[in-house]
């Protein structure tokens, strides 16, 4: 089946820290990727829709200056979180699709920890 | 907003016993989707209703949809310790942008 590949599975760092996650498509071309955020025992918070060789759409109260998101590619999407600070520490997740109503596939998750 | 409320938040079985999660939604919708989440990893797809399909079975789990309540349910029957995770419905977003829309959760522990 479709796999979706997340990357840093985990990331410690410190305050003021720029972080770069990847997310890549193994095995299909995904024009579309989504963001999103988790917070302890809570649901998946889209943050933004990730399309390729265009702008990103970022959700409602989601910083786009804070959270850069490039899709320059049809196998990858990046989400780099700039300057991070205590407060942006959680679970962030990729997924991608047709558009539609086809299922997703998500990768496994980055643990962002900013110190 | 979240598109999907579920109940229970938290649901506590033994093993061989079925478990039933709750889903309701907001808006209309072409389909309505069941995920899976174990403790710290991704989400894997189980099973997607149509909104003209009133029932599915996919191996132990069954889904059910009630448009008219704007309701599904998701059991899963015999359930075992692996199926222990959180469980979430989810449902596309209004327009054809595929975003999805999903539900607060279900945390199921199986006990062996």
């Known amino acids: 089946g479709a796999v979706v590949s997340q990357h840093p599975s985990r990331v410690i760092c410190k305050s003021g820290t720029s972080v770069k996650i990847e997310c890549r498509s193994l095995?299909?071309?995904?024009?579309?990727m989504f963001w999103y955020r988790q917070f302890p025992k809570k649901s998946l918070m889209l943050m933004a829709t990730?399309?390729?060789?265009?702008?990103?759409?970022?959700e409602q109260g989601v910083e786009k200056d804070k959270f850069l998101i490039n899709h320059a590619s049809l196998t990858l999407s990046t989400l780099t979180v700039t300057s991070a600070h205590p407060e942006d520490s959680s679970f962030y997740i990729c997924?991608?699709?047709?558009?539609?109503?086809?299922?997703?596939?998500f990768g496994d998750g980055t643990r962002l920890s900013i110190l | 907003s979240q598109q999907g409320e579920e109940d229970p938040q938290a649901l506590s079985i033994q093993e061989g016993e079925n478990a039933t999660m709750n889903c309701s939604y907001k808006?209309?919708?072409?389909?309505l989707q069941w995920y899976r989440q174990n403790s710290g990893r991704g989400l894997v797809h189980l099973i997607l209703?149509?909104?003209?399909?009133r029932e599915k079975h996919s191996g132990r789990l069954r889904v059910t949809l009630d448009t008219s309540k704007k309701s599904s349910s998701l059991l899963i029957t015999a359930s075992r310790a692996a199926d222990t995770a959180s469980y979430f419905c989810?449902?596309?977003?209004?327009?054809?942008?595929?975003?999805?829309?999903f539900g607060q959760g279900t945390t199921l522990q199986v006990k062996p």
């Open positions: 990730s399309n390729e060789g265009s702008k990103a759409t970022y």
């Open positions: 209703i149509r909104s003209n399909e």
């Open positions: 808006t209309s919708i072409n389909n």
């Open positions: 989810a449902a596309h977003g209004s327009g054809n942008t595929g975003k999805l829309i």
């Open positions: 095995d299909f071309q995904a024009t579309t």
């Open positions: 997924s991608a699709g047709d558009f539609g109503d086809q299922p997703q596939h």
